[in-house]
């Protein structure tokens, strides 16, 4: 499975971007899509994601009520829209998914996309 990010960029604070990451594979195939984010020197942590399906969602409790996760079934891409950015968002933001397929399982990530807010 590959993972196509783009989207990212430099924004002033209170700005909006887009994420977006391409998926090689069917969303029938896997298992959850989601968005991390790693700021300097800081860990990668969970942003937001979202069930292949489309079922459920899930959201870092810093950007709930900002950030808007959703899967884009036409292009076969999951989507970030990012609201009301404040420097703190500033990183590098990660798409992933995951596959479980005959007792076994599997991530994949794709290349980051950096995201910087300017106060």
């Known amino acids: 499975v590959q993972l196509q990010a783009s989207g990212g960029g430099l924004v002033q604070a209170g700005g909006s971007l887009r994420l977006s990451c391409a998926v090689s594979a069917s969303f029938h195939a896997l298992g959850t899509l989601g968005w991390y984010r790693q700021a300097s020197g800081r860990q990668r942590e969970v942003v937001a994601t979202i069930a292949a399906d489309g079922a459920a969602t899930y959201y870092e409790d810093s950007v709930q009520g900002r950030f808007t996760i959703s899967r884009d079934s036409r292009k076969n891409a999951v989507v970030l829209q990012m609201s009301s950015l404040k420097p703190g968002d500033t990183a590098v933001y990660y798409c992933?998914?995951?596959?479980?397929?005959?007792?076994?399982?599997?991530?994949?990530w794709g290349r980051g996309t950096l995201v910087t807010v300017s106060s």
């Open positions: 992933h998914t995951d596959q479980s397929y005959a007792g076994s399982y599997r991530e994949y």
